[in-house]
């Protein structure tokens, strides 16, 4: 059985993924009062995915997070993002102008915290969805090249 | 200057050592043929510079450094490396003599233009007196966010920050159509074999690429 030579990394790595989820998600909710933010918090989220896929096998993490999830993920977060931008414009503000979001006057911080919020659930979306969408595209394809199977 | 801002010859050494590993795994990786020593080394490379960046008070690229160069563009690199041959062809000497001489005339050329550069965090540097200055003045009443790296990317240039996020967006899109969206193997896996678990890992274990 060729699984057994790699019970350590199994285990250690069953005990990282959520450390590491739970990190991705520290990075996303902390961004406003610390280092790192919406995009680092989606490539970590992307990591985490990559390791289960290397240490479990890409058709586990398949089927944990399938490909359509992930791409969908990201076509998501970008229209969130745009979105945002869009709901500024129906209160009658510029385009993304978060002081629009509730209607505030210059130095209400409301919509500029609640702007940031969601405009970084987009980013954490679009950049998670998208890296995995790369990393699935890439690491799908193995199976199809080796010579004995065609 | 330089001294009061990094804190000392302590900080003098670590920044020369951090360099010099830097220049190490350069030369290394210019020098191997084996792919994936280079893929593993690409990595420790943007890990030692995401430690160097750190200790020049660039926390957030460092980070993103971190995570990006040494933890996402290896593993890309590696699903990348599976599809091609295991070696690079190996080249003759001074075969690429006119780029290297490129090269160095372009160093040379860099190396000489920073010595007109200010000096690391000086507070009248262009960089900070201009528009980095107005941010931090007007960052508290504008937003009340109190990292003001996150309230000029997402605030002051969330348009900015919109087009970096379609980019990832279309990047995946790119790839995705390009390559196929992965799905194929799954089928096939799953077609050819009802139990999943037997199938080792697509992805070169210890000693597959030596």
């Known amino acids: ?150 | 200057m330089t001294d009061a801002v990094l804190g000392g010859t302590g900080t003098a050494l670590i920044n020369i050592l951090l360099l010099a590993i830097l220049f190490v795994v350069a030369i290394a990786i210019a020098r191997l043929r084996s792919l994936f020593a280079i893929v593993m080394l690409s990595g420790v490379y943007s890990l030692v510079s995401a430690a160097w960046y750190i200790l020049v008070d660039a926390v957030d690229v460092g980070f993103t450094e971190a995570a990006v160069g040494a933890g996402m563009s290896t593993a890309v690199l590696l699903g990348a490396m599976l599809l091609t041959a295991r070696t690079a062809k190996p080249e003759k000497p001074f075969s690429r003599l006119g780029p290297f001489i490129v090269c160095l005339a372009v160093g040379v050329m860099l190396i000489y233009a920073t010595i007109d550069l200010p000096a690391l965090g000086d507070p009248s540097s262009p960089a900070n007196a201009g528009v980095g200055l107005t941010f931090l003045e007007v960052n508290w009443y504008d937003t009340g966010v109190p990292n003001v790296v996150t309230s000029v990317l997402a605030s002051y240039r969330g348009f900015d920050t919109l087009g970096e996020t379609a980019v990832v967006f279309t990047a995946g899109l790119a790839v995705a159509l390009l390559l196929g969206f992965g799905e194929r193997s799954l089928a096939e896996t799953l077609r050819r074999s009802p139990q999943p678990e037997t199938r080792p890992p697509s992805v070169p274990r210890d000693g597959d690429a030596t």
């Not at chain 1, 992930?70 to 229209?79: D, E, I, P, Q, Y």
Request: proline letters at 3%; a negative charge.
């Open chain 1, 1 to 150: 059985m060729k699984g057994d030579h790699h019970i350590i990394l199994r285990v250690v790595a069953k005990c990282l993924i959520p450390l590491i989820l739970i990190y991705a998600f520290y990075v996303q909710f902390h961004g406003e009062v610390g280092a790192g933010g919406a995009f680092q918090a989606g490539v970590v989220l992307a990591v985490a995915l990559i390791l289960h896929s290397l240490v479990f096998g890409l058709t586990a993490t398949m089927r944990a997070v399938p490909p359509w999830f992930t791409r969908g993920l990201s076509a998501v977060g970008v229209l969130v993002y745009a979105g945002v931008g869009v709901w500024a414009m129906l209160n009658g503000g510029a385009y993304l102008e978060y002081q629009a979001l509730f209607f505030e006057p210059p130095g209400g911080h409301d919509g500029q915290h609640a702007g940031i919020i969601i405009i970084e659930l987009g980013v954490l979306f679009a950049v998670s969805g998208g890296l995995s969408t790369i990393f699935y595209a890439l690491a799908g394809r193995v199976a199809e090249i080796r010579d004995e199977d065609w």
